[in-house]
């Protein structure tokens, strides 16, 4: 089964093989990411609470039911309205990153937090920028941040100690991100687990090879406008979602 959300409608599933598609009503509006959890749930952000309160992190039976509902912890003088959800399945924690929009004057900021299972907060993380975070099922995960030098690849192994922001093996990817324009939407390992794509807003993309600490960048197609999200990549070829038209993009990326 494949989860969808539509932020305004509807959130559910649907089976590849049928198209038979299965709506969650129930669950309420604002659903904006997805990604697996703890003992076999679906993590969502909700990115808005409905109320103009602070969002939530969901964790969702695969039949819809919410097993629990996490609102995050409030920053004064802004609203916390939380994007993309990963799960650590070595530590059993949820990362979550998340948008603060001003109550009053003043820019967005932005932060992520570190959640034990019941939603109390471990940890939150301003600087770097966490954009995105993934993980495999045997604990190694990377995050995709950004900082004044530039987008980073933060590599985070099984045995690396717990503390934020110095865990892990930083890469730096791009020195002339342009974080006023673009975004490292999405972190996607391969089936393998071996190779990691970053898929940001503007098309570029990197592709790396974990094991060897080696990688490749390269920018898809954008005729019509629009901004990529989801990347993807099968054999030698890489594919990734552009939204404006709906349609998918491909690609022969440089080898590594």
């Not at 952000?45 to 039976?61: A, I, M, Q, T």
């Not at 941040?145 to 503390?163: F, K, M, N, S, Y």
């Not at 020195?175 to 098309?203: K, L």
């Not at 592709?207 to 197609?221: H, M, N, Q």
Request: negative net charge.
């Amino acid at each position: 089964m494949s989860f969808y959300t539509t932020f305004y409608e509807s959130a559910g599933r649907v089976n590849p093989a049928t198209g038979e598609v299965i709506h969650f009503d129930g669950l309420g509006k604002g659903l904006n990411e997805l990604a697996h959890g703890p003992d076999g749930s679906i993590l969502a952000s909700r990115y808005g609470g409905g109320d103009g309160g602070d969002g939530s992190v969901l964790l969702l039976e695969p039949d819809g039911r919410i097993r629990a509902e996490h609102r995050l912890e409030p920053t004064p003088g802004y609203v916390v309205a939380p994007k993309s959800v990963a799960f650590d399945p070595l530590r059993r924690e949820i990362w979550v990153n998340a948008d603060l929009l001003p109550q009053g004057d003043g820019p967005v900021r932005y932060d992520a937090r570190i959640l034990d299972l019941q939603g109390r907060e471990q940890l939150r993380v301003e600087t770097p920028e966490i954009q995105f975070v993934a993980f495999r099922p045997d604990g190694w995960g990377v995050t995709a941040e950004v900082d004044d030098q530039g987008l980073w690849l933060r590599i985070l192994r099984p045995t690396d100690p717990d503390a934020m922001p110095e865990r892990g093996q930083r890469l730096l990817l791009d020195p002339q991100f342009d974080r006023g324009h673009d975004f490292a939407q999405d972190v996607q390992f391969e089936s393998d687990g071996e190779r990691v794509i970053i898929m940001r807003w503007s098309g570029r993309y990197h592709l790396l090879d974990l094991a060897r600490e080696r990688g490749t960048s390269d920018v898809l197609p954008r005729a019509d406008g629009g901004i990529f999200y989801t990347g993807a990549v099968h054999g030698d070829v890489l594919c990734a979602t552009l939204c404006g038209d709906v349609k998918v993009v491909c690609a022969r990326p440089p080898p590594l």
